[in-house]
């Protein structure tokens, strides 16, 4: 029927949220900003990875005996005193160009949204690659 729900002319709220890259998939949970949670001078998602991750293990989305700190991760958060969004990711998620413009665009991000890494996010793998380095490194002193 006309009139109920005519859809909306103005592009879709822009969310803030939570994601990660579990074996090339994304897993995101998001929430529009004006149900964000406020702390501090920003605004964030209601649920931590740690308890959405075990929400994620309790539905079967991810084998009970996965870690949520054991895949690459990041979070989507608003600073509403600068107005900027903060899009903070593990680096094996930021050298995925494509997986960072699939997160930005399913949470309806601005182009002026800041990209970058935070020192929580290391994944195994990071870890990994950096001992790899230091091994191909040591591997000069022969
Ligand atoms: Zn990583």
């Given amino acids: 029927m006309k009139g109920c729900g005519e859809s909306n002319t103005g592009q879709p709220e822009p969310r803030v949220g939570i994601f990660w890259l579990v074996a090339n998939r994304l897993i995101v949970d998001a929430s529009p900003l004006s149900e964000a ?3 501090g001078d920003c605004l964030g998602h209601r649920l931590s990875h740690i308890r959405y991750w075990a929400i994620l293990r309790k539905t079967g989305v991810v084998q009970p005996e996965l870690e949520y700190d054991d895949f690459p991760r990041g979070r989507v958060t608003y600073n509403a005193k600068k107005q900027e ?6 680096t094996c998620i930021l050298k995925d160009k494509a997986k960072v413009a699939k997160i930005k665009k399913l949470m309806y991000l601005p182009a002026s949204t800041i990209v970058d890494t935070d020192l929580h996010y290391k994944c ?7 001992s790899k380095r230091e091994q191909e490194e040591a591997d000069w002193d022969f």
Avoid: N
Avoid at 85 to 90: E, G, I, Q, R, S
Avoid at 124 to 130: F, T
């Fill in 37 to 39: 949670e406020p702390y």
């Fill in 85 to 90: 969004f903060y899009f903070l990711a593990d």
């Fill in 124 to 130: 195994p793998g990071c870890d990994k690659s950096e």
